[in-house]
């Protein structure tokens, strides 16, 4: 996920949209396998809830980057110009 994040922000707007989408991705995987490791008892809720407050904001950031670049770079953007 870091290493997504990482590259989008060195790229122009136009190629950064599949990276901040792969760390979406990557962010809900990590998501899954927070749940697996609370369901399972190898993870207190006093840590699942740290963790998934922190991975919610993420998500959240990485969800208003997507949106900002769709808009970017849709269609009738492109036009405009």
């Known amino acids: 996920m ?4 990482s590259a989008a922000s060195f790229l122009s707007p136009t190629e950064k949209h599949p990276y901040v989408r792969l760390a979406i ?5 990590l998501r899954v396998f927070l749940l697996i ?9 006093k840590k699942y809830i740290a ?3 922190k991975l919610d ?3 959240k950031m990485l969800g208003g980057w997507n949106g900002q670049l769709a808009k970017q770079n849709s269609p009738a953007k492109a036009g405009e110009k």
Do not use: Y
């Not at 870091?2 to 994040?5: D, T």
């Not at 991705?25 to 995987?29: G, N, P, R, V």
């Not at 490791?37 to 809720?45: A, H, Q, R, V």
């Open 25 to 29: 991705k990557k962010a809900d995987t």
């Open 2 to 5: 870091i290493e997504a994040i």
């Open 37 to 45: 490791l609370w369901e399972t008892k190898s993870l207190d809720n």
């Open 51 to 53: 963790l998934s407050v």
């Open 57 to 59: 904001e993420a998500g």
